[in-house]
């Protein structure tokens, strides 16, 4: 019951990691509220799921209030929304560019700022940005969501130095590949063959469970992690510590 007494704010929290995040944290004793677009699944007496654009700050400025009335301040926060981009860089609009930060970086600025004024007159909060390998390593056609994806880590970065004082920690989770709706989408994007080469480019053999992102989670929320800010851990498998060969 590592995260008793706590109150975690879960953005995405209807599928995929954010999902398994939810469950995690109910299952360590956390009060948990989930925000997403789609409808999440019945969070019982300690969870509530919340239906919010997590881009729109009308939305979250609501939501969150609406969270505190029901468990009390935010004690952990994890900016777990995002999605893919397939873009070409010659033809992708403006209005495209936008629409991938927006989710994907401005979104975790935007329910940080909402729920930092509770942490800093706390003295006490964690926040977990779900970054990706991507930040570190990409791959063809799926432009720009590296550059929103590393911007995350930077934010972090930059956020931990800003709320340190505050006994609040930042810090970044890198998943590798996790099988959750986002990796069917990218291999039905691909050469059906892929899926194969990627197993087997991992130490392990395999993709993650999202259960497993969402442990390494839980942690990062805990007290047990208490002198860990400002850092990135990717969480692949072994994905990244190979090269081509
Ligand atoms: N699956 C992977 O292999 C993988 C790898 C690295 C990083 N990630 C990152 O992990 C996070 C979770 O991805 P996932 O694989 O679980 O994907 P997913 O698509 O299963 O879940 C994402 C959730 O975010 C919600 N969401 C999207 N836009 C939103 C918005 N504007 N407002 C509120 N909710 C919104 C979706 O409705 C969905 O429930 C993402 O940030 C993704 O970039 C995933």
Same mark, same amino acid.
């Given at each position: 019951?590592?995260?008793?007494?706590?109150?975690?704010?879960?953005?995405?929290?209807s599928r995929?990691? *954010?999902?398994? &995040?939810?469950?995690?944290?109910?299952e360590?004793? +956390?009060?948990? &509220?989930?925000?997403?677009i789609?409808? /999440?699944?019945? !969070?019982?007496? &300690? /969870?509530?799921?919340?239906?919010?654009?997590?881009?729109?700050? +009308?939305?979250?400025?609501?939501?969150?209030?609406?969270?505190?009335?029901? #468990?009390?301040?935010? &004690?952990?926060l994890?900016?777990?929304?995002?999605?893919?981009? $397939? +873009?070409?860089?010659?033809?992708?609009t403006?209005?495209?560019?936008?629409? @991938? #930060?927006?989710?994907? =970086?401005?979104?975790?600025?935007?329910?940080?700022?909402?729920? !930092?004024? /509770?942490m800093?007159?706390?003295?006490?909060?964690?926040?977990?940005?779900?970054?990706?390998?991507?930040?570190?390593?990409? $791959?063809?056609?799926?432009?720009?969501?590296?550059?929103?994806?590393?911007? !995350?880590? *930077? !934010?972090?970065r930059?956020? +931990?130095?800003?709320?340190?004082? $505050?006994? %609040?920690?930042?810090?970044?989770?890198?998943?590798? $590949?996790?099988?959750? #709706?986002?990796?069917?989408? #990218?291999?039905?994007?691909?050469?059906?063959?892929?899926?194969?080469?990627?197993l087997?480019?991992?130490?392990?053999?395999?993709?993650?469970?999202?259960r497993? %992102?969402?442990?390494? %989670?839980?942690?990062?929320?805990?007290?047990?992690?208490?002198?860990?800010?400002?850092?990135?851990?990717? @969480?692949?498998? *072994? =994905?990244?510590?190979?090269f081509? /060969?």
């Open positions: 019951m590592r995260l008793s007494g706590h109150h975690i704010l879960v953005t995405g929290g995929g990691i *954010g999902a398994a &995040t939810v469950q995690k944290a109910l360590d004793g +956390a009060r948990v &509220t989930s925000l997403d789609i409808a /999440g699944p019945d !969070l019982g007496e &300690t /969870g509530l799921s919340l239906a919010a654009d997590v881009t729109k700050s +009308a939305d979250i400025s609501q939501a969150v209030a609406q969270a505190v009335d029901r #468990f009390g301040p935010i &004690t952990g994890v900016n777990n929304a995002g999605k893919n981009s $397939y +873009a070409d860089p010659v033809k992708m403006e209005a495209q560019w936008e629409d @991938v #930060f927006s989710v994907d =970086l401005k979104a975790a600025w935007l329910v940080a700022r909402a729920v !930092l004024p /509770g800093i007159a706390a003295k006490r909060g964690s926040i977990v940005n779900i970054a990706s390998v991507h930040a570190d390593m990409t $791959y063809p056609g799926m432009f720009p969501y590296a550059a929103a994806k590393s911007g !995350l880590v *930077g !934010l972090t930059s956020l +931990a130095l800003e709320v340190g004082p $505050y006994q %609040i920690r930042v810090n970044a989770i890198s998943p590798g $590949y996790t099988e959750t #709706f986002l990796v069917q989408e #990218f291999f039905e994007k691909n050469d059906p063959n892929l899926r194969e080469q990627v087997n480019a991992h130490a392990m053999g395999r993709m993650a469970h999202p497993e %992102i969402a442990n390494c %989670i839980a942690f990062l929320l805990s007290d047990e992690a208490s002198f860990v800010t400002g850092a990135n851990w990717k @969480v692949d498998g *072994g =994905l990244t510590a190979r081509a /060969g």
